[in-house]
């Protein structure tokens, strides 16, 4: 079966207040995780509108400017309104643990669910048995990161004869080895592949940048992804002006999403300094032809091909 991740964009703004674009947040969607990244101004009342559930979620937060966070502290009170019980995780960059203390000792809030808060300063922020997040630096704020998403490939069917071959003792190490672990015999490492069938590779791979200039870096970590969802804070001609302030421009966008030879690219984080869009995508699509800016409540299904 096709492997899917569904997306949700719930703000499409840069920082400055806009009646149709709300600040950041985009939800992805992957088996039973739902992760935010970012959670700006009106975050809880698209989640509601859009029926994204308080209560498993975890937080991914790109950076701390208040454009990115504003909305964390009314969606964790709702959490505690609601009675949600679930624990939750919070990552962000260094500074998100005194961050969200400093916040709760303003507000005087105490939240009656448990929070884990896992600090990155790049590298895997999170790995379970169905996707690995890894977070990489850009140079948007003191420190910002963006992030890399891939989904673990179908694990193919634990073959015996192989593992008898290879003197596994059954139990355990069969266990892990099923669970895509890497065992070690006497010394020797023994790879899930060394025992598992072939099975067509089914991840998917998306990359989300947060606020950033035109960074080599993102290039590098969104070789050939499936979907890459970048900054275009300006229109093209205001080159001078993303450089300043740390953004891109729609056309930065299309250059990373070329050079990482990307599948696919949808432009956020827009500021009302694109007097036209259709032109701006229209210079874009000069570059990159796959593109479009996102919209407040576009959804979007990533499939794989097997
Ligand atoms: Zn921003
Ligand atoms: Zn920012």
Redesign the pocket.
């Known amino acids: 079966m096709a492997n899917e991740i569904n997306i949700t964009f719930l703000g499409t703004s840069s920082a400055p207040p806009q009646l149709s674009r709300k600040q950041s947040a985009i939800v992805v969607k992957y088996k039973s995780h739902t992760l935010l990244f970012d959670v700006g101004e009106a975050t809880q009342y698209q989640m509601i509108e859009q029926k994204i559930k308080f209560t498993k979620l975890t937080i991914i937060l790109t950076?701390l400017?208040s454009?990115?966070t504003l909305g964390i502290m009314g969606l964790l009170t709702t959490r505690n309104f609601r009675n949600i019980k679930t624990p939750i995780k919070i990552i962000g960059p260094e500074w998100t643990s005194k961050f969200i203390s400093l916040l709760f000792f303003a507000y005087r809030f105490k939240p009656d669910f448990d929070i884990e808060i896992i600090e990155t300063s790049g590298g895997i922020v999170l790995e379970n048995k169905d996707f690995l997040l890894e977070s990489f630096p850009l140079s948007?704020?003191d420190t910002?990161f963006g992030y890399k998403l891939v989904t673990k490939p179908k694990i193919g069917r634990f073959n015996v004869e192989k593992a008898s071959e290879l003197n596994i003792p059954r139990g355990e190490l069969w266990k892990k080895l099923q669970n895509g672990k890497v065992i070690e015999i006497n010394g020797k490492a023994i790879h899930p592949s060394d025992v598992l069938d072939e099975v067509e590779d089914n991840s998917l791979k998306v990359i989300i940048t947060g606020?950033t200039p035109f960074d080599e870096t993102t290039v590098e970590y969104a070789q050939n992804a499936d979907l890459l969802i970048h900054d275009a804070t300006y229109p093209s001609y205001e080159e001078v002006r993303a450089k300043k302030y740390l953004h891109s421009t729609c056309t930065d966008a299309a250059n990373v999403a070329k050079q990482a030879k990307v599948k696919r690219l949808i432009m956020t984080h827009i500021s009302e300094l694109h007097k036209n869009l259709e032109e701006s995508l229209r210079d874009a699509k000069e570059i990159f032809s796959n593109c479009e800016f996102a919209e407040d409540g576009l959804k979007v299904k990533l499939k794989s091909k097997v």
């Open positions: 950076h400017h454009d990115h948007h704020s910002s606020d």
